[in-house]
Nanobody, 122 residues
Framework: QVELVESGGGLVQAGGSLRLSCASSGRIYSSHLIGWFRQAPGKEREFVAVIRWGYGTTYYADSVKGRFTISRVQAENTAYLHMNNLKTENTALYYC???????????????WGQGTQVTVST
């Protein structure tokens, strides 16, 4: 069973940056998509960004466009989420997940990591 492990979360001041990592225990194939989602307390899990593993094409939630960048290193089976100009409302538990088809709905993603906490302070 393939596992995804997130890391890189932490406490950062507003305006700061963090880089999250998502490491897969197994190979990620060209047809797969890796998405980043986040969930704040009392809120539903929401889509942040997705990357198509083979082509490297990306798509972002409007709220993070221009500030967050999703990338991947295929040889390392690792995806990244670079987050710049963080805001307090970005505080959440961030998850990466794998899907076999393109979608921004969490329901489409079958393999999930355990999450990494991002806290943005004023």
């Amino acid at each position: 069973q393939v596992e995804l492990v997130e890391s890189g979360g932490g406490l950062v001041q507003a305006g700061g940056s963090l880089r999250l990592s998502c490491a897969s225990s197994g190979r990620i194939y060209s047809s797969h998509l890796i998405g980043w989602f986040r969930q704040a307390p009392g809120k539903e899990r929401e889509f942040v960004a997705v990357i198509r593993w083979g082509y490297g094409t990306t798509y972002y939630a409007d709220s993070v466009k221009g500030r967050f960048t999703i990338s991947r290193v295929q040889a390392e089976n690792t995806a990244y989420l670079h987050m710049n100009n963080l805001k307090t409302e970005n505080t959440a538990l961030y998850y990466c997940a794998r899907a076999n088809s393109y979608d921004t709905s969490p329901k489409t993603y079958s393999i999930w990591g355990q999450g990494t906490q991002v806290t943005v302070s004023t």
